[in-house]
């Protein structure tokens, strides 16, 4: 037997305590009696008293309770074995991963839009198999068909242009090793999702979409990006701005070409669609899938524990049963069987725990989202990011787990743990109400901005890429609200800075550049790169501006996180107008609160850098060393040699 809260036994140490109370109640009783009557009339006055059976009653009440904690524990003992038979449809998810989706013409770029429509349709293909296929200049498939959509969901979430090392755009490819993978499944219809900014017309397509209407492979084409286009910008972030330029050196600018898309799709009796700001039209997804024959997966077996909690109650109840029957005194009572009879309802079997009042109890254990909001409210926000995150887990709503992920964003953002929080948000960031979009773009711009900020004496260069990515937040928040004064300020205020600093950084390999020509005198250049550090960090305490007054600027433009951000997951519209907003500075008058916020920042920053035992490293020291091999590896994969383009294209 085995109890999934065993930790409840603990309550058991209570029973010795109450023992202990019922004696000193019984010797308190005695000495009262001793006080009021005489020995001799004691028995005359005093009729009827039994301590044996005030005991006997006791005794069957503490048994009844520890019966009522042995239940609470919940005890299961036996498994239940459940053949559980699958059925689904066989759809492949093909994702064009050439340098040309990397152009930013929808916020924010091709890829990303892509990635993002493609979890929005696995969600809606529940019971089917789901594959994967990366493609560009070749095709590769990243996941085979298959009922694991977390799984599938990672590997959509890690593709970029870097996952096939060949440039170019085959969706000849892509239809090619789709149809072969589809012949290793009996099912006779089969689904293909072709996410793609097109291509020029090819004759190997043409051939490959004949075949894949032969073998009734329907292909869905979705066309990601504009006809009005935008240039590609260059992946390399030591050439950060610059943008892909052809074999002539000039710089290429990538259009949506949605004729071969269109072809395709005619040609297997699907349909083309085209993926803008707007969120793909599920709906459409599932009509056209609809036709898809449905294949039977083989039998699994599910074992599932079986819960016996209803024995330690049904002992519990009989208990207590029997201390009622029992009279404290020698008169015994006589009792109707018609009360009998309902105290023995109780103990009827064949209630399951669903349809007893104990499965109400169960269920109330389980986590309320209003105790998430209070506790942020409350300002408890590890609590509070705790409960948001159980939430997530346990919501089987997608919507709801968005705005919960909102309010795990924003209580992450809150405690200054910045990598949950743009975790956070990004998962909010995938709803389709542009609303709570808005507010997840901001909450990661500030993040960003944040995050890069308290490194920013320490890792300048990384300061700088996060606050590149938090202007393109909140470009995109104001493209969505583009009448919002306060994002536009403080897009101004982070695009300021980002433009101070890129400015230092350039200034600084200037003059590194020239003490390297002085040859031996490089060591003397480090100490002078040392020096240049410490007016970095003055920098940083200055606002890069001439003293404190930058500083109060930052903290009246940026710093000013509302406290009811956490409020999303309610969906209220209320609480949506509220969210994400920035606050003034608190008035002169709540110094002792102040006071307690920066007393609360400073011991959250000293846990941060505190060096733990375990490793020798803190938390912020482990964090930099896994951007440094994050980065590391990024570079590995810019600078690998790639295949030779498909005709001299590599975009």
């Given at each position: 037997?085995t109890?999934l809260?065993?930790k ?9 305590l ?19 009557t ?23 009440q503490?048994l ?19 053949v ?11 994702i ?40 560009a200049?070749?095709?590769?498939l ?24 060949r ?34 017309p ?35 972030p ?17 259009r ?14 699907g ?10 039209a ?44 029992i ?22 079997p ?9 499965g ?10 209003q ?59 995938e ?21 890069g900020d ?18 393109k ?24 800075r ?32 040392k ?24 903290k ?17 519209d ?12 608190k ?34 020291e ?5 951007r ?19 005709n001299?294209?590599?975009?």
């Amino acid at each position: 037997m085995t109890f999934l809260a065993p930790k409840l036994f603990y309550y058991l140490f209570a029973l010795p305590l109450l023992a202990v109370l019922k004696l000193w109640a019984d010797w308190r009783a005695r000495k009262t009696q001793a006080l009021f009557t005489a020995p001799r009339l004691r028995d005359t006055l005093i009729t009827g008293a039994s301590t044996s059976r005030s005991w006997a009653i006791f005794t069957l009440q503490l048994l009844a309770l520890a019966c009522f904690i042995m239940a609470l524990a919940r005890p299961r003992w036996g498994e239940d074995k459940i053949v559980q038979q699958e059925s689904g449809r066989n759809v492949i998810i093909a994702i064009d991963t050439s340098r040309s989706m990397l152009a930013n013409d929808i916020v924010p770029d091709r890829i990303t839009r892509a990635r993002l429509a493609a979890q929005d349709v696995l969600a809606s293909l529940k019971n089917d198999r789901v594959g994967l296929i990366a493609y560009a200049g070749n095709a590769y498939l990243q996941a085979p068909l298959t009922t694991d959509h977390d799984a599938v969901i990672e590997a959509i979430q890690s593709l970029d242009f870097t996952a096939v090392p060949r440039g170019g755009s085959e969706i000849g490819r892509a239809l090619k090793l789709a149809m072969e993978t589809f012949e290793k499944s009996p099912a006779k219809n089969h689904g293909l999702i072709l996410f793609s900014d097109g291509g020029e017309p090819d004759i190997q397509i043409t051939e490959y979409s004949k075949q894949a209407a032969q073998k009734n492979v329907l292909v869905l084409t979705v066309g990601v990006g504009t006809e009005a286009g935008a240039l590609i910008p260059d992946p390399d972030p030591e050439r950060a701005g610059e943008f892909i330029r052809d074999q002539q050196g000039n710089v290429v600018k990538t259009r949506l070409e949605p004729k071969v898309l269109q072809e395709i799709a005619t040609a297997t009796h699907g349909r083309y669609m085209k993926l803008g700001s707007q969120p793909l039209a599920v709906s459409v997804v599932k009509d056209l899938l609809s036709a898809l024959q449905a294949q039977t997966n083989a039998a699994k077996e599910l074992v599932k524990p079986i819960e016996r909690f209803y024995w330690p109650v049904s002992m519990g109840m009989l208990l207590l049963v029997c201390a009622w029957l029992i009279h404290p005194t020698s008169r015994m009572k006589t009792y109707t069987p018609a009360m009998a009879l309902l105290a023995w309802s109780f103990l009827t079997p064949g209630a399951q725990a669903d349809d007893t009042f104990l499965g109400s109890i169960f269920g109330s254990m389980q986590p309320d989202p209003q105790q998430a909001h209070q506790a942020y409210k409350d300002g408890e926000f590890d609590q509070a990011e705790k409960l948001y995150e159980e939430q997530m887990k346990q919501s089987s709503s997608v919507q709801q787990q968005q705005q919960l992920a909102f309010g795990y964003g924003s209580s992450a953002h809150q405690r200054k743990d910045y990598d949950r929080a743009i975790d956070g948000f990004s998962q909010a960031l995938e709803s389709e109400d542009q609303g709570v979009q808005n507010h997840a773009h901001r909450g990661i711009a500030h993040s960003l901005y944040d995050q890069g900020d308290r490194v920013f004496s320490k890792q300048p260069k990384f300061s700088l890429k996060a606050w590149r990515d938090s202007v393109k937040h909140f470009d995109a928040a104001l493209k969505i609200e583009p009448e919002n004064k306060e994002v536009k300020e403080n897009r101004d205020f982070v695009k300021k800075r980002l433009d101070e600093l890129q400015k230092k950084m350039d200034e600084q390999e200037g003059k590194d550049g020239k003490k390297g020509d002085k040859g031996k005198k490089g060591d003397k250049g480090k100490k002078g790169e040392k020096g240049d550090k410490g007016e970095g960090e003055d920098g940083d305490q200055e606002g890069d501006g001439d003293g404190e007054d930058e500083e109060k600027s930052r903290k009246e433009s940026l710093g000013k996180k509302e406290d009811k951000e956490g409020e999303e997951g309610k969906g209220g519209d209320k609480d949506k107008d509220q969210e994400g907003k920035l606050q003034a500075g608190k008035d002169g008058d709540q110094e002792s609160q102040e006071a307690r916020e920066r007393r609360e920042q400073l011991e959250a920053e000293n846990a941060e850098n505190q060096e733990n035992d375990a490793t020798g490293f803190s938390r912020n020291e482990a964090r930099s060393f896994l951007r440094t091999y994050a980065d590391d590896q990024k570079k590995a994969m810019l600078v690998r040699p790639r295949d030779a383009p498909v005709n001299g294209k590599d975009w």
